[in-house]
């Protein structure tokens, strides 16, 4: 087993702890995310206020920290969708080739033939509750490139002996599926996941900023920059320690996730 | 031939899927339709009457197919509130956005080429391991937030460069490129790690190929081998994720054009969902979905004219 990288490892731990934060947010010593103090307003980072408090004086550090709930919440949600349905789908192509293989890839390329930030917007522009039209929207725009994945896969496994002896065998279609192809297909999707999330927290925050994400009062990073903007001279850090923290978390996610996918190859490469 | 007839048929059949979901998307809109459209100003009157203009009482695909009629004689409604035709207001508003793609595609492939072609020839050395952590560290970055960052440095604190204020090109070049400034390098340093990391890997590979030992051993300077010899045939892959890209930037700018008040086709899409104005947005996505099919469409002519390979094969 090769070394884990140090940068790998150190994104590693950022990762758990933004996660672990996220997660205990409720229970740990935090300012609530939405009380307003008119004394506190823009004011600067301190031992009591790490990342300083925004323009309504509300603590800055507690909600960059309850805004990654959001992030999280969509990114995981989303990446989940697409990995469930893309890889359904795209096992059945696979798998089954003939109209279906060829349905589902008409459908795939119908997709594809929207720019993704405006499929996204346009499905979140319906009426509904915010987060699950986010999830949903985002999940569909992930759906086609997942597909795509899980149909080469399949393809490639489909051809090797232990799914061709396993249908000499007399396996039925689910259980071949079930029992040899998907405990392949799972590694690989699996790479995809933590890219998916990285994407998600990316896009979560477009959209939040655009004001198209969960509404205010519950906060969301992009929503926090873009209402802090107009203060940006006077309080930078009302914009930048939320910048920072979505900044450093992407960025760990990424790191790791190449990782990931370069082991997995590797391993590919040397089975 | 008949290849090309039917890759014709595929375009044609992508743009009609298209409009139908462009269509379902005010379709399938929750409630009544009319009155969600009207909004504030649903009297009965009006919600009748656009429920006649909208041939409500009809079945789905016949509505569907007066929609598409519609569409292709160039009428795709119109606002409101204001009463404008949603293709002029597009229109309009296009050049913007052009001129945006454009200026960060030149930028971004300004940037992204020589390092590209650098870190691949000086493969694994500081120069590149430091290139590819930079890369990782911009995919890592959504735009907004370098937007955001140029503005609080060379708007807000050194007060070189506009933030917002667009200025039409008519007006004075100088002062419309000042403008476009920041938003341009906003977008371009998100795209550099893409086009880079791209072109580095494909010239490693052509890098190891005969033809270039060839021409080092018949002692071609360095510069020369890079540009001329490995360049083209590595970035065959390069041409199809800018024209991507392009086409993707077409409704894709949204958050920028927002974020620097430029008057372009995003800023134009976010504002009709601020309004509420669903016959607007159904237009707009319509419209940019139609000019990315087109976009990929050139970008694959472009690709067959660049490739030697294709050249050759379509040469009979």
């Known amino acids: ?271 | 031939m008949r290849r090309w007839l039917w890759s014709v048929a595929g375009v044609v059949g992508t743009l009609l899927a298209v409009s139908v979901i462009s269509f379902l998307l005010v379709a399938l809109l929750p409630g009544d339709v009319a009155v969600l459209i009207l909004a504030d100003s649903a009297t009965p009157e009006r919600v009748a009457a656009l429920r006649e203009q909208m041939g409500l009482d009809q079945p789905l695909h016949i509505r569907y197919l007066q929609w598409l009629g519609n569409v292709l004689s160039g009428d795709l409604g119109r606002a409101i509130h204001s009463g404008e035709a949603t293709l002029d207001v597009i229109l309009s508003r296009l050049p913007v956005t052009l001129e945006l793609i454009l200026l960060t595609q030149i930028v971004a492939l300004g940037v992204a080429m020589p390092f590209g072609i650098w870190s691949a020839y000086r493969r694994g050395s500081s120069i590149d391991t430091a290139t590819l952590v930079g890369c990782l560290a911009l995919l890592s970055t959504p735009a907004f937030v370098v937007g955001l960052f140029l503005i609080y440095i060379f708007a807000l604190n050194l007060q070189w460069l506009p933030a917002t204020g667009f200025v039409p090109l008519h007006e004075g070049v100088g002062a419309n490129l000042q403008g476009f400034v920041l938003p341009v390098v906003s977008l371009a340093l998100i795209e550099v790690p893409v086009y880079l990391r791209l072109l580095r890997s494909e010239m490693i590979g052509t890098l190891q190929q005969n033809f270039i030992a060839l021409a080092r051993g018949m002692g071609l300077p360095t510069w020369r081998i890079l540009l001329e010899n490995a360049l083209r045939p590595s970035s065959l892959n390069l041409i199809t994720v800018v024209g991507i890209n392009m086409g993707r930037l077409m409704g894709g700018a949204i958050i920028i054009e927002q974020m620097f008040a430029l008057p372009g086709v995003g800023q134009l899409l976010v504002q009709s969902i601020y309004q509420q104005e669903y016959l607007m947005t159904q237009g707009i996505v319509l419209f940019v979905a139609t000019m990315f099919i087109i976009i990929n469409l050139l970008t694959d002519l472009v690709y067959a004219l660049v490739d030697p390979r294709l050249q050759r094969d379509g040469g009979h």
């Open chain 1, 1 to 271: 087993m090769r070394r884990y990288p140090l940068p790998v490892v150190v994104s590693l731990a950022w990762l758990v702890l933004v996660a672990l934060a996220t997660l205990l947010a409720a229970w740990l010593p935090m300012q609530d995310p939405t009380k307003q103090s008119l004394l506190n307003m823009l004011a600067p980072p301190s031992l009591e206020r790490w990342f300083g408090a925004d323009s309504l004086g509300r603590d800055v550090f507690s909600r960059t920290i309850h805004g990654f709930r959001i992030s999280f919440a969509v990114s995981f949600g989303a990446a989940a969708v697409g990995l469930v349905f893309g890889g359904a789908l795209g096992i059945c192509a696979g798998y089954f080739r003939g109209w279906s293989e060829r349905m589902i890839l008409i459908g795939v390329n119908i997709v594809l033939a929207f720019p993704p930030l405006v499929l996204i917007i346009a499905m979140v522009a319906y009426p509904g509750e915010a987060l699950l039209k986010v999830v949903l929207a985002l999940g569909i725009v992930y759906i086609p490139t997942v597909t795509r994945v899980a149909r080469a896969n399949t393809l490639l496994f489909s051809e090797k002996e232990f799914v061709t002896a396993a249908r000499a065998a007399g396996m039925s279609d689910a259980r071949l599926i079930v029992r040899e192809l998907l405990p392949n297909l799972v590694p690989v999707l699996l790479t995809y996941f933590l890219l998916l999330v990285a994407v998600g927290v990316l896009a979560e925050a477009g959209l939040s900023y655009l004001g198209l994400s969960v509404p205010p009062p519950v906060p969301t990073l992009g929503q926090m920059m873009a209402s802090e903007q107009a203060n940006a001279l006077e309080a930078p850090h009302a914009i930048f320690f939320p910048a920072g923290m979505l900044f450093l978390t992407i960025f760990a996610l990424n790191l790791v996730g190449e990782e990931v996918q370069r082991r997995i190859d590797d391993r590919a490469g040397t089975a």
